[in-house]
Structure formats: C-alpha cells, structure tokens
C-alpha cells in the first residue's frame, strides 16, 4: 500500500520515463526476502533501555571477576598467612591524617598504627586469609547458586503455572499443592532437610558439590510459588483469548499452543520473577550461609564472608562492607537486567 | 442457482446441540444448562454462502464454533465434506482441520499479539506441511497478496495494524490451507462501515476465485441480504427460519423474521414513514430456562394456545423454505380445520402484504 508513494519519487528520478518505474517497484519486493530474526528487534530495543544497560554491563563485570579472578590474583581463597592476620584494606589509609594519605597508599608498610598492604589490597580476615581472594571464589558460589537456584525454581513453577492453568483437571489438584509449600513455614523446614541430607549427599558427591546440591535444591524447592500462581493466572486469562481459539481452529496441538501462543505471553510475568528469584536465591542462600547452614566455614561464599564478619563488625567493618555491596551490586544488576528484558520482549512496547 | 441441479451438500449439520452446564451448590454439582444452541438441523451446499442472523446471544458464534468443534457438543452430527467431525478423535479431526477454517470477529483479539503476521499467517503451513522455510515464506507473500496486504509488512506485530488490516491477517491465515469451509463469525461487526464494504467485497471475491463455501454469521441484515445466498434466521437456539435470500427478504414467514426485517432502516425517507415496525415485547426469555412449547411464544405477536404447548417442528413449508412455527402446520393433532383456517388467513395477509 505504501509501495507507490516510496517508488514514486524513485522511479521520477532514475529516468524520468514511465517504464523504468515497473521493475523499479517490484525490485525492492524481491530483494526484502527473508524477514529479520526478531531476537534482533529485542536487542535493539533492549539497547534503548539505559538501566538495563548499565545493569547488564554491572553483572557481566561481576562475571567475568569471579571467572577470571582467579587467574590474576592467584592467592588460594584457604591459604592462611598468619602473619598477615587483621590486615585493614587499602580504603583505611583514607581514615589517616591528610599528609598521611598518600604515603600511606604508596608505602602500606610504614603507615603509622595502621596494618594494610597491596598483597591484601581488601585485607585479610582474622586467621590472615586474602579477603579479596575469598571475595572471588565466594562470588563463583554464589552466582552459581543464584542462577542454578533461579532457574530450577522458574521450570519448577512455570511448569505446574501453565500445567494448571492450561488444564482444567490438573488445575485443582496442583495449586492445592502449591498452597501446601506456601503453608510450609520455610526456616524449620531448611533446618530439617540440610540435617537430614547434608551427610548423605557429602558422601556421595564429597563436601562442597554435595552441599552445593542440596542448597540449590532447597532455595529452589522453597521459592517456586509465586512463580506458579502468577503464571496460573495468567494462563487463565490467555486460554480465553480468541487467538488460542484461532490456534485450536487451525488443529494446533495442546503442547505447540503451549510453546507458541502461551509462554511468550506469559514472558513478563515469567521475567519478573526470574530477576526477582536470582536475588532472592543469593540472598536465602547468603542468610543459610549466615545461619551457619550452608557451606562449611572453610568454604567462602558471600553470605558465609558477611556471617564471618559481624564478628568484627566494630574494628573491621570492610568484611561486612564488601560482600555486602557485591551482593547488592549483582541483586539490583540482575534487576534492572530483568526490567529491560520484560520490554524488550514485548512487541508492543518495542520500537517506543 | 437452487433451481438448477441440486449442488453437492458440503456441510450437514444435524440436531446439532450445545449445552454449557451451570454448576451450583457447595459441592459445584451441575444444577441446569445454558442451551445455547439447541437442535439445530441444515445444510450448507458447495459455494454458497449461507448467512446466519439472529440478536445477540442467540447462540450464532456458538453454532459456529461448534460446527468447527471448538467446543465438545452435546449432541448432534456435523458432517463436513462426507466426515462426521461430532465424534472424531482428536487426530482425525486434526487431519480435518485444513478443510474448515474459521474468520474471528474480534481481529484485534484472534491475532497473537507476539507473532508477526509471517508467524501468523504461515502458522497452519507449519502444523500441516512439511513446505521448507523459504516456500513457507513464499506462500505467506502470496496469501498476503491474495488479502491485498503489502509484503513488506510480514515482519511486523498486529498492534502496528488498522482494524481491517487485521481482519486481512485473519483472512490470509484462515485462507493458508486451501479450506473448502469458512465459518466466518461476525467477520465485519468490529469494523467501521467503510472498511466493512471493502472486506466483504474481499470475502466475495475470494469465494469466486476459490470456490469457498461460508458460513456467514452476523447481525447485520443489510450485509447478509448483500452477501448470502440462503439465509437462516435463529432465536434463542434454535433456527427458526431457513429460506433463500430473497424470498426471505421479501416475504418472511416466521413471525420473528417478520418483526426482525421490520428493524431494519429504511434508507428512502419517504418509504420509511410507510414501514410498519413490529416492536415485540418483553426480553429474551435466558437459554438456561427456555419457555415451554415455542421458544417464541413468550413475545410473539402472533400466539396461539398450542404455541405454549407444543414445540413445532422445523419443517419445509414451501419448496426451499424451513420454518418452525404453528402457523404453517396444516396437520397437527387437535383442531386441524379451525387451524388450517387461520394459518390460511395469516399466509395471505403475509403474502400480500407489500415489502
């Protein structure tokens, strides 16, 4: 409908003449073959979104810290410098007189009633382990648990959402028991299953995968309500609206009008909570750590370097500082990663 | 053309029935049914276009969803081209499927809203051909040359459209397998009049070129009398009168196709002062507790004892015309002559009264 007001001018100024105008106008129809891959529109306008942006190029800078971390600062998270026990971190030269600041920062060693140094730029906790070198593989940890957590608790509750809400006769039987695991006050039951499963499953995986195991299972098992309610809800509403109806007229299947017509609806909600759930992951997975639940003490992870350090709270404030603002940091990160996705997926909102 | 040889019967709808249950009570136990569509018997032949009008709620939309098997019926036979889709598993009916297809009314709702019209449209290629992704890709640009859609326009989302866009979409989608059968419901009622003239002029001349067969529900008389060939008219379930377009047009039978035509504006204000309106009164009686004996006996003008007491059958009353009314019945059981005489007298009063 269009093509005669584009090619209009075109075909004016090629010749002038009236036949050139005819292939000119059908060219351009040839040539706009293959319709762009969409996931192409969702990173453009994914690219609109400042927050997401900068959230994106947060988390990923966390990512690569803890992957790579390790291969540039090659102190082990375990290794204990006795010596070197209650190292201040670099930023505590700022606490010193003015003239004291500088020299401080260039020669660690000589500052006056101060104990810091650049071998242990975060300092080191009380039996002289690097907190920055706790810091990494504490991070690995920790976003592993984060996203494995999330992401079992998403398929868990998508999954029974749409399977409830698609089909009537699963619908009363699966909330009910979604209702069961709400009802389920959430701390007494973690203290039972980590009493009860954490030996076994050290055994049979040893003791850092075992309990990674079991805390991904247990942040995942607890959280996955939500998701499914919402989900249900939505589907609900979905179901009823005349494109599935559309879909069914053309002979779609059950579990293709499921792939294709519901769950790329569902997406928003399905986004939120995913964002939602990877920080909620950390967090739970940081309060067991700080419960004395989660890893064994030996093993840093965030939430083990906060509960280790509130000790401290008063004369080294740091320890709690730095795992605190990493957590955050990856939190409101994934958040804003979340926010921008939500929109971009959206056609509607797209392109605005 | 229904003087000429009797074309083959495409669809045979037979006593077709659909009740929705209404639960109730503390255990949700079901305590009555709204019969939205309640035995309702007729043939659609190949090409034509049969339209289906009726006020709203009588039960159109569900007729034709039920007849593609949107819905479990409750009760009835619908063959469609020689197979009976009542009781066919869901394969079978899935092999069915191409040869019906069904235009939405609503094409702001009957379209995904994350789908671009190349996933809409190529979406029953998809489920029914093995066609490669560039043949695909090429039978979407034909359809959407057939709908008078640009090609440029296959990557974009259905908000970026007009309504009738839209409703081209659908069209296009509805037109991917090459069905025999369109059930279109209520295709232009959420169209302004402008475009309504332009996708019906679409509808016609795709039925030309492709030899549909319609299915064509709507309440809008005047674009029924424009599109259809028979015209059947249905109240509260049940159809109550089927008749080609023009007799129906200019000499109804049914009481309530009589006060429904009598509805309809008349364009030349001269003749509109000379047009007598039939306003019937009181409501629809609701389909979850129809009246005993004829559902119309409640507001029809022309009601006689028997019409509370005894349903009437749906019969042919002339060659080509069905109705359902006591008013034609020349052999029902009690008082057979004094009937006969007033249908009689009805018939000709009907018959000369000028249209």
């Known amino acids: ?352 | 053309m229904l003087d000429a040889a009797p074309a083959k019967k495409l669809v045979e709808v037979d006593n077709l029935k659909m009740h929705f249950p209404i639960q109730g009570g503390i255990l949700r136990r079901q305590i009555g049914a709204v019969k939205a569509v309640d035995g309702v018997t007729f043939d659609i032949f190949e090409g034509e276009t049969l339209g289906l009008v009726g006020e709203s709620g009588c039960g159109k939309s569900t007729c034709g969803r039920a007849i593609l098997r949107l819905y479990e019926l409750t009760d009835g036979v619908v063959k469609i081209d020689g197979s009976n889709i009542a009781d066919a598993s869901t394969e079978e009916l899935r092999r069915l499927r191409p040869a019906m297809q069904m235009v939405f009314q609503d094409p702001q709702a009957s379209l995904n809203p994350r789908m671009t019209v190349a996933a809409i449209v190529g979406e029953p290629l998809m489920e029914h051909s093995t066609m490669s992704k560039a043949d695909r890709l090429a039978r979407v640009y034909e359809l959407m040359d057939a709908v008078g859609l640009n090609r440029d326009f296959a990557n974009r989302y259905p908000h970026e459209f007009s309504g009738g866009q839209r409703q081209r979409i659908g069209i296009a989608r509805a037109l991917a397998l090459n069905p025999k059968f369109i059930v279109c419901d209520e295709p232009i009622a959420a169209l302004d009049v402008s475009i309504q003239a332009q996708v019906v002029n679409l509808l016609e001349d795709l039925q030309e070129k492709l030899g549909l067969t319609y299915l064509f529900i709507s309440h809008d008389l005047s674009m029924v009398r424009h599109i259809a060939d028979r015209v059947a008219v249905m109240y509260l379930g049940k159809i109550v009168e089927l008749a080609p377009r023009d007799a129906l047009y200019s000499g109804p039978l049914h009481p309530y196709t009589e006060a429904l035509l009598s509805a309809v504006p008349e364009p030349d204000p001269s003749l509109e002062a000379k047009v007598e309106r039939i306003i019937l009164q009181g409501d629809v009686p609701s389909p979850a507790n129809p009246p005993k004996g004829c559902n119309f006996s409640t507001r029809c003008p022309k009601v006689m004892d028997i019409c509370h007491e005894i349903e009437p059958e749906f019969d042919e009353v002339q060659p080509w015309r069905f109705t359902a009314c006591h008013l034609y019945k020349e052999t029902t059981n009690q008082t057979a002559s004094q009937k006969a005489a007033s249908t009689e007298a009805h018939k000709s009063a009907q018959l000369g009264e000028p249209k």
């Open chain 1, 1 to 352: 409908m269009t093509d005669p007001a584009i090619n209009a001018p075109s075909g004016a100024t090629s010749a002038g003449a009236a036949s050139p105008a005819a292939p000119v106008a059908e060219a351009p129809v040839q040539a706009r073959a293959t319709p762009r891959n969409q996931w192409w529109d969702v990173w453009d306008q994914f690219r609109t979104h400042r927050g997401a942006l900068l959230g994106l190029a947060c988390f990923l800078l966390i990512v690569v810290m803890v992957v790579l971390g390790p291969l540039l600062w090659r102190l082990d998270a375990t290794f204990i410098d006795i010596r070197a026990k209650n190292t201040r971190h670099i930023v505590a030269c700022f606490g010193l007189d003015w003239g004291a600041i500088i020299s401080c920062f260039l020669n660690p060693a000589e500052a006056e009633g101060l104990k810091v140094s650049w071998a242990h730029p975060l300092g080191t906790d009380q039996l002289g382990r690097d907190i920055l070198a706790r810091m990494i593989s504490g991070g690995q940890v920790s976003l592993a648990v984060g996203m494995t957590a999330m992401a079992l608790a998403l398929i868990v509750g998508t999954g029974i959402g749409v399977l409830a809400g698609y089909f009537k006769r699963l619908d009363g039987l699966l909330m009910r028991f979604t209702d069961l695991f709400l009802a389920l006050p959430l701390l007494p039951l973690l203290l039972v299953i980590i009493m009860l499963f954490r030996d076994p499953l050290r055994a049979a995986f040893g003791p850092a995968e075992g309990i990674f195991i079991l805390i991904v299972f247990v942040i995942g098992i607890t959280s996955w309500m939500q998701t499914a309610r919402i989900v249900r809800g939505d589907v609900l509403a979905l179901k009823e609206r005349e494109f599935v109806l559309a879909a069914r007229s053309i002979g779609t299947p059950s579990r293709r009008m499921v792939t294709r017509h519901i769950l790329p609806n569902v997406m928003s909600p399905i986004m939120v909570s995913a964002t939602l759930g990877i920080a909620n992951a950390i967090i739970t997975e940081s309060a067991l750590s700080f419960l004395g639940l989660g890893f064994p003490s030996d093993f840093p992870t965030w939430g083990r370097l906060l509960f280790d350090g509130t000790d401290y709270l008063q004369q080294y404030p740091e320890r709690v500082v730095w795992p605190g603002v990493f957590i955050s940091l990856a939190v409101l990160s994934v958040n804003y990663i979340g926010d921008g996705l939500r929109d971009a997926l959206d056609p509607r909102i797209r392109g605005r």
